[in-house]
């Protein structure tokens, strides 16, 4: 299973990005998706997830009401829709699956696949 992630760039502050994933090499609909985040010099870190089917969602409490995570099952694709971007936001940002799973693992050990990482930088 081969996740891509890609939309990162620089923003200022207040600007919005949307980020993409797109998922190759497995069963799409089998998977919970999830996007972390890792600033520098800190630990990796939960943003948002989303059942296989779109219908369930869970978002960290900091980027909840400005970030929005979707999917499209047809192209294979989790999206992460970002808005009112704070400086605080600037990380590397990573899709991850979860065969099974849950929108409420929060966790990196408990997601299966990992994409490379897109970066975002958000300028005062």
């Known amino acids: 299973v081969q996740l891509q992630a890609s939309g990162g760039g620089l923003v200022q502050a207040g600007g919005s990005l949307r980020l993409s994933c797109a998922v190759s090499?497995?069963?799409?609909?089998?998977?919970?998706m999830g996007w972390f985040r890792q600033a520098p010099g800190k630990e990796r870190e939960f943003v948002a997830g989303i059942s296989w089917s779109g219908g369930s969602t869970n978002y960290a409490a900091s980027m909840k009401g400005r970030f929005t995570i979707s999917r499209d099952n047809a192209k294979n694709t989790v999206f992460l829709q970002m808005n009112s971007l704070k400086p605080e936001d600037t990380a590397v940002y990573y899709c991850?699956?979860?065969?099974?799973?849950?929108?409420?693992?929060?966790?990196?050990?408990?997601?299966?696949?990992w994409g490379q990482g897109t970066k975002v930088t958000v300028s005062s």
């Open positions: 090499g497995g069963t799409f609909r089998a998977y919970t």
């Open positions: 991850a699956a979860d065969q099974g799973g849950s929108v409420y693992y929060t966790r990196d050990y408990e997601y299966d696949y």
